[in-house]
């Protein structure tokens, strides 16, 4: 009768029954169980991101996934943009599930790493600039980008002749 009662959801092919056995093996501790122990913080693409927080926010603790991308993923999931402790187990198992679909932390950060060290194989403009730790936009260098540049260095000036 199990068997029968299994549902599939027709959305993204999942199975709910898989999820929910997923959503079982969270860390969430009961309250009743745990008194003054409180979660501070859920598990995302491999990220802690806050409990007091709204969901849109705290997603934004995931490396490569900002406010465009954030809004994106609540829509689509169809999910309220309500504080991150008060999702139920089943809303952070289809979160997680959607955050990991995307190109975030290590694998972003290889990924970039990869192209910025192409271009200074290459030798082009850009990887010129990387290799001496300049701008490579465009910005004028003349009185800013001290933090790639570094501290200023003081130029000794004619030194008067002594009389």
Do not use: W
Not at 20 to 40: V, W
Not at 56 to 65: D, F, N, T
């Amino acid at each position: 009768m199990a068997q029968t009662l299994k549902m599939r959801m027709i959305s993204n092919g999942a199975d709910l029954t898989n999820l929910l056995q997923r959503a079982h093996h969270l860390a969430i501790p009961n309250q009743s169980l745990f008194r003054g122990l409180s979660i501070k913080f859920f598990r995302v693409g491999g990220v802690e991101i806050p409990n007091d927080k709204r969901i849109e926010c705290s997603l934004q603790y995931i490396h490569g996934v900002g406010r465009g991308r954030a809004r994106q993923i609540l829509s689509h999931l169809n999910l309220d943009n309500k504080i991150t402790k008060d999702l139920s187990a089943y809303e952070l198992v289809t979160l997680r599930d959607e955050v990991s679909k995307y190109m975030i932390e290590s694998d972003l950060r290889r990924f970039n790493g990869q192209a910025i060290r192409r271009l200074e194989v290459i030798q082009c403009y850009r990887g010129v600039r990387h290799i001496d730790g300049l701008p490579c936009r465009g910005q004028s260098t003349k009185n800013n980008c001290r933090t790639l540049k570094g501290k200023r260095v003081a130029i000794a000036g004619k030194k008067k002749a002594p009389r």
